[in-house]
């Protein structure tokens, strides 16, 4: 338990659909992060957000649509996505630039 | 942030101690060393960073070369629930005013046996 937890753990969903990813941390960090990992590749980086605010978006593309209300919560809106984007999605957290706390992930597979 | 390069993978014995290296001979003088792993399928766990200093908590050793180009992780008692991934990263920025991203290379799979 690393006090960042995210939801769902498993989602499956067709290619028009609209679904959300959520991430909670418990740290009292003032940043979050997303992340994909792809099979058989490395963790890339998504989006930033410090303090609310996203600092880096990594050439995402559109059908990724990420929200942070606050500094405890982050989302990440997904629509209309193709079966390459079948991933597990990883949130982290930090205060400031020490060290991440990853959660457990979101396995996604897109029809 | 300088590049990294580990072993894509390793055996370890239980019991024994696992030494993974790291190559970062690009290095900055304010860019530190950070070692993550990743069990099968969960997220990255944080385990050690260090500047210039040996390092050693609960669950590693981190030992860095007199000249910052190359670093090793030890840990020392291997146990099978130690099988994972492990990501050696450097990256400059460490402190309470920046985010940190990380950039994370394919690292070295690290298999103990019993």
């Known amino acids: 338990e690393t006090g960042v937890t995210q939801t769902p753990r498993h989602l499956v969903m067709g290619m028009t659909n609209k679904k959300s990813l959520k991430c909670e941390q418990h740290l009292g960090h003032n940043a979050m992060y997303w992340y994909k990992q792809s099979a058989k590749k490395p963790l890339e980086l998504m989006f930033v957000y410090n303090f609310k605010e996203q600092t880096e978006n990594n050439s995402v593309p559109s059908r990724f649509s990420p929200e942070c209300p606050n500094s405890s919560h982050l989302f990440l809106h997904l629509h209309t996505l193709q079966p390459e984007d079948s991933a597990l999605y990883l949130c982290?957290?930090?205060?400031?630039?020490?060290?991440?706390?990853f959660g457990p992930g979101t396995r996604l597979t897109v029809l | 942030d300088a590049k990294t390069t580990q072993p894509t993978s390793m055996d370890c014995a239980e019991g024994r101690a696992a030494n993974l290296p790291c190559n970062h001979s690009?290095?900055?003088?304010?860019?530190?060393v950070y070692w993550y792993r990743q069990i099968h399928s969960q997220g990255p766990q944080y385990i050690i960073h260090?500047?210039?200093n040996n390092e050693t908590n609960e669950m590693a050793s981190l030992i860095i070369t007199e000249d910052r180009k190359s670093s090793t992780l030890i840990l020392p008692h291997a146990t099978l629930r130690d099988t994972a991934v492990y990501y050696c990263i450097v990256r400059a920025s460490h402190g309470s005013s920046n985010t940190g991203k990380l950039i994370f290379g394919q690292g070295t799979t690290l298999q103990v046996k019993p």
């Open positions: 260090g500047l210039k």
């Open positions: 982290a957290s930090s205060q400031g630039s020490y060290e991440q706390f």
């Open positions: 690009t290095i900055s003088g304010n860019e530190y």
